[in-house]
């Protein structure tokens, strides 16, 4: 605890309006369904008997992995490039 490093500390102790942002992803994509790519994700941990908020949950933390990636690799995540959105670049 004493290192000083901040940068793993989880989402929700860092930025707690973070944490609510990749919840609502999560369940825009549960309620939404086969429109958004990673559902099949969710509909997989569903049938295969997860808790439906369980596997909100997994999706939830799967948007945050890929978030986290892309922020640090400086990536525009590719189906936005197809959406022709003009794309402010994230800074530290």
Do not use: F
């Amino acid at each position: 605890m004493g290192s000083g490093c901040q940068d793993s500390r989880p989402v929700k102790a860092t930025q707690p309006h973070a944490e609510r942002y990749i919840q609502g992803a999560a369940t825009s994509v549960a309620q939404q369904g086969e429109k958004i790519p990673i559902y099949a994700d969710y509909q997989r941990l569903v049938e295969s008997g997860t808790k439906p908020n369980l596997a909100k949950l997994t999706l939830a933390r799967k948007i945050a992995a890929i978030m986290l990636r892309i922020w640090k690799d400086e990536e525009v995540y590719p189906l936005l490039l197809s959406a022709n959105l003009s794309i402010p670049r994230m800074t530290a």
